[in-house]
């Protein structure tokens, strides 16, 4: 029996029709749910990505895995995975992702001979991390399924992040859910989920494939006063649609029992026939469906985002039969519901039923006794995973002594409001970020990191306005001064002070950031850039001796350094780093443009025209449109005594910009 795991990215059980939504749209999640297994009561271990999906994958407890967050965790190497035991057992093992989090950088890979995690590197909006559309991810899928020997049993993991904020379905489905454009990717999901179906069905596999569709946590939606999710821990986030359909298993039971995602590992392995894995702590749920009497299962959930990322306390709780409480050690509070009666979770019952609460709390230590607790630190987050993490919202603001302990039910009203002060960025209105700001500091008084949003809105205004960029530079130092050892908040300082042209005091503060993470190879490129706009020469290269290079080959660090190395004339070091990056295969389009460009100054330079001519043309190719590609082109024709075709290149560039003197001079001289 082969196993095709879809985990569908912030993906709410009471947005499905089979899960009794009326207006859900989603046929193939239904009739999936019609064939087999569905649990109506399954839950996540935390609203988080990366957390949930390591304990999909492995069985384990966060308690155990420690990974608490998006941001700074990765999966240990010794942490057993079931691709690796499924792998290990003969299979063929795929996974297909569609966004940042769940990055090989981040340790999920292990046991997967393909691991296609290649996203785009560019965004349509500026605050938002680019994500491969379920179609894509499908098809990669698709190809792979059907690459395969059709007796070579597989273990599949698509991953769709669809419904994750910002919600923008592709047509039919944003006409049809305008009102409503969760639900609307959510529609889109189940399509691209059909088309995967239908390969299982094309290819024969479908009656010997295990189907397992889970989400790794849900979304907010405006509940409790959390828009998206990883704060908070109510059943909008923490409760998940889980359904199965695979040989053996009944059709169409419905499971009241409550169920944990952390069964899914043990559930594999027991119909496979396979050892457990030797950190999973659920059970199969074989026995759940095989006995409706069993009884419901303790599951434990958290989320520490809030304290890692903001100060603020973390939550824990548990939900055990009927009844489910959140702790907030931090602040000191618990709460209690029944979640049958009371799903929505806004009748807090700790202090009429003290005997439940104390039942339960007990309950919840004996679990956490069982499990130590652990953090999984050891990956450090670089610039670009801080960015990419900041525009999918799971990077927070400056912390804040004011509020540290707060509970985050207390502030999690003020990350929705910025998420819409990122929107009015994204849509360029700074003036509707900075009113939205003012209302926030009212209500919000001393909350620091208001102050960091404020620097952006400033600096965007000062580029209408220069006068401006002073003030978003008072209010990042008002930040420094409250978190002095915060890289992002120097990046942000350096990056206003070079609109402002203060080129001196950006590199200033790009050092700040080497000093605090000498390994920080984004700073090193903007330092050593900055050097070379400041005709030091001899700094730019010494950056790069303080830095170690990457393990990886990163296109942006090599380019830089190869640019200093040039500048300096050492040419023999520097055009076997441009070379690199050209031959490199996840060089993007700018880079391979970029480090061919200059190879052919380098040629030029050194006399060597034929070189400098197949290089200049080559960059053409790479951007046609480069208005600098085609002059260094030209001026590499023209000194090799090609003029008429350097004066149509003058020419044609002196038509596209008729205010640039130079072209039409260069032209006219080769008449």
Known sequence: MSVLLVTLDTTRADRLGCYGFANAATPNLDALAAEGVLFEQAYTVAPITLPSHVSILTGALPLRHGVRDNRGF????????????????????????????LSAKFGLDQGFEVYDDRFDTA???????????????VAEAEAWLTALDTRDPFFGWVHLFDPHEAYRPPEPFASRFA?????????????????????????????????????????????????????????????????????????????????RTIDLVPTVTDLLGLPGLPDAVGRSLAEVWQNTDAPSRPAYFESYWPQLQQGWSPLRGLVHGRWKIIEAPGAGTTELYDVLADPGELDDLAAREPDRLAEM?????????????????????????????????????????????????EMVAMLSEL??????????RPEAALATLDVLEQRYPGSIGLHEYRALCYADLGRREPR?????????????????????????LAEVQQLQGDRAAAVRSTEQILKLDPRDHAA??????????????????????????????????????????????????????????????????SQ???????????????????????????????????????????????????????????????????????????????R
């Open 74 to 101: 990765e999966v240990p190497e010794s942490m057993a995975t079931l691709a690796e035991a499924l792998r290990s057992a003969g299979y063929r093992t795929g996974a297909f992702l569609a966004a940042f989090p």
């Open 123 to 137: 965004a349509e909006h500026r605050f938002e991390f680019p994500e491969r559309r379920a179609e894509e991810v």
């Open 179 to 259: 009102e409503d454009p969760y639900q609307g990717e959510i529609a889109y999901l189940d399509r691209a989920l059909g088309r995967l179906l239908e390969v299982l069905e094309s290819r024969g596999r479908a009656d010997d494939t295990l189907v397992i569709v889970v989400a790794d946590h849900g979304e907010g939606l405006g509940e409790h006063e959390e828009r998206n999710h990883v704060t908070l821990v109510y059943n909008s986030t923490v409760r998940v649609p889980m359904l199965m359909r695979g040989p053996e298993l009944p059709h169409g039971r419905r499971i009241p029992q409550t169920v």
């Open 361 to 409: 709390q007990r309950r919840l230590a004996e679990l956490r006794e069982r499990s130590p607790e652990t953090l999984s630190t050891a990956r450090r987050v670089t610039p670009e995973d801080l960015q990419a993490l900041q525009r999918l919202g799971y990077a927070g603001t400056t912390r804040n002594p004011v509020e540290a302990g707060r509970h985050p039910r």
């Open 419 to 428: 998420s819409s002060v990122m929107r009015h960025l994204d849509a360029g």
């Open 468 to 492: 401006l960029l002073k003030q978003a530079i008072a209010e990042l130092r008002l930040c420094l001064a409250n978190s002095p050892a915060v890289p992002s908040l120097w990046r942000r």
């Open 524 to 589: 090193a490129v903007v330092a050593s850039e900055l050097y070379l706009q400041l005709s030091d020469v001899a700094s730019a290269l010494e950056v790069f001796e303080r830095v170690r290079e990457p393990i990886e080959l990163d296109g942006e660090f090599e380019i830089a350094r190869a640019t200093a190395l040039a500048a300096a004339q050492q040419y023999e070091e520097a055009i076997p780093r441009y070379r690199r990056v050209v031959q490199w295969a996840e060089a993007t389009p």
């Open 592 to 670: 391979r443009f970029r480090a061919t460009n200059r190879l052919g100054l380098i040629y030029r330079e050194q006399g060597e025209l034929a070189a400098a001519v197949t290089a200049f043309r080559r960059a053409v190719e790479l951007e046609p449109t480069s208005p600098v590609a085609r002059g260094n082109l030209a001026s590499a024709l023209e000194r090799g005594d090609q003029r008429a075709e350097a004066r149509q290149i003058y020419e044609q560039l002196s038509r596209e910009n008729p205010d640039e003197p130079y072209y039409r001079e260069r032209a006219q001289a080769l």
